[in-house]
């Protein structure tokens, strides 16, 4: 199902508009925030489906976000997936320790992206079991 509201937190404007430019053509809608007081106050404010966090921000770490996201009763289930230029696989392991759903490298693929949000949506909802 198309739709879905992605939050983009992105400093960089290049990545922040490749980003939009694949989740439109899969018929997402978007908003993006440039930093973590903006990423959080939007988070708020329009309750987003799913998250693309990049993890280097200027005012703070994508890191941040999560944990705060995560301390927030009606925002603790949103799909968060990290987006960083950190490609090393050590890197992939501390994240997935942080607690994103999932991990995408930068530069994106329109494939990677588009497969890794759908994924997580799907994943959302339809739980395990079937459980509430
Ligand atoms: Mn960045």
Redesign the pocket.
């Known amino acids: 199902m198309a739709g879905e509201l992605i939050l983009i937190v992105?400093?960089?404007s290049r990545s922040a508009k490749l980003a939009r430019e694949i989740l439109e053509i899969y018929g997402y809608r978007t908003v993006e925030a440039r930093t973590v007081e903006a990423a959080l106050t939007l988070a708020f404010e329009e309750h987003p489906d799913l998250v693309l966090m990049?993890i280097?921000?200027p005012d703070g770490d994508g890191v941040d976000v999560l944990r705060r996201l995560r301390l927030n009763k009606v925002l603790a289930a949103i799909p968060v997936i990290a987006v960083t230029a950190f490609a090393m696989r050590e890197d992939e392991q501390r994240l997935r320790d942080s607690g994103f759903d999932g991990y995408v490298s930068k530069p994106v693929s329109v494939k990677t992206l588009a497969g890794e949000v759908q994924r997580q949506l799907a994943a959302r909802s339809s739980p395990p079991g079937g459980e509430q």
């Open positions: 992105e400093d960089d990049d280097q921000l």
